[in-house]
């Protein structure tokens, strides 16, 4: 009698805790974002800069205030007359005129070149591969980009693989939408119908076989 008073002890105290536990935990944080990108239409495409870039600023006869500067990850450069200037998502030629604009304040009629080494590119703009490619990654775009091509990159598809379930998570006019594809047909196979035009942001999801 006493050990089984004893028990009913013990749940209510681990029943309490819970409460307590559960009282006092976080709030659930919401789902990530999946942004879309602006691109829907290969032949327009154009780089946009990212975190990470490393941008070459050349000022014309204004050697001291030309150089190299990297992205950082809040999306902006510090040059040697300005600090903070945000670049990321900007073209290179939309990122010049900006610069022409802000240093026109201490400079007469500046004319900006800017080039791009180093790409990265803004995140609504990769590729992912996710699951059972060999080499799961996020790829930055490049204009005319296939599904050939990004499988090149990720190595293919494991030995666990079921690639022609795989498909394609696409953001259109706001709502994600997802498209079959056949990765299996197209590289083991080599069926080219199945090879796919990519756009900025595409996620290619590829699940594992059940065996």
Known sequence: MEKHFTNKITI????????????CSSPTLPSATIHASN??????????????DVLNIFVWRNAEVSGSFVVRPDGMITTSLVEDIPVSGKTPTELARSVEEILGTY?????????????VGPFSEQIRVIGEASQPMAINYTQ?????????RVGGLTEF??????????????????YEIYIEDLIK?????ANVDMLPGDIIIIPEAWF
């Open 12 to 23: 209510l105290v681990l029943l309490m805790l819970t409460q307590f536990i559960t009282g």
């Open 39 to 52: 691109t829907t239409d290969t032949s327009s495409y154009k780089y946009l800069i990212g975190p990470g």
């Open 161 to 178: 693989a079921d690639g022609n379930n795989a498909v394609i998570v696409r953001v259109e006019s706001g709502k994600q939408k997802q």
């Open 107 to 119: 400079l007469k009629d500046p004319v900006v070149t800017v080039t791009v080494n180093n790409f």
């Open 144 to 152: 005319n980009m296939t599904l050939l091509d990004v499988m090149i």
């Open 189 to 193: 196979d080599g069926e080219i119908s």
